[in-house]
Nanobody, 116 residues
Framework: QVQLVESGGGLVQPGGSLRLSCAAS????????MGWYRQAPGKQRELVAS???????DYENSVKGRFTISRDNAKNTVILQMNSLKFEDTAVYYC??????????WGQGTQVTVSS
């Protein structure tokens, strides 16, 4: 079965950095677009960044220039490098893959808290 396992969240001060990792299993990883979403308390889940199988990336406007998404197809892993973190980046971050005819798959989420 499809499994996505995130790691790397934590508590960081404003201006700091975190690196989130998502390990995928049960899929032919290199064939799929992978995404990172986040959900802050009281807000809807939003797409933060995505990367296609060809390596094309896309970012939500507020994280452009600060976050970088990358993938390692040999390790079935997608990474979200987050720099210059702000208070408003505080959220639970989720890894996602959408597979035609099978559905939408999510990891368990990892908490990112930006606080002084």
């Amino acid at each position: 079965q499809v499994q996505l396992v995130e790691s790397g969240g934590g508590l960081v001060q404003p201006g700091g950095s975190l690196r989130l990792s998502c390990a995928a299993s049960g899929i032919n990883f290199s064939r799929y677009t992978m995404g990172w979403y986040r959900q802050a308390p009281g807000k809807q889940r939003e797409l933060v960044a995505s990367i296609t199988r060809a390596g094309t990336t896309d970012y939500e406007n507020s994280v452009k220039g600060r976050f970088t998404i990358s993938r390692d197809n040999a390790k079935n892993t997608v990474i979200l490098q987050m720099n210059s973190l702000k208070f408003e980046d505080t959220a639970v971050y989720y890894c996602n893959v959408q597979i035609t005819l099978l559905g939408n798959f999510w990891g368990q989420g990892t908490q990112v808290t930006v606080s002084s």
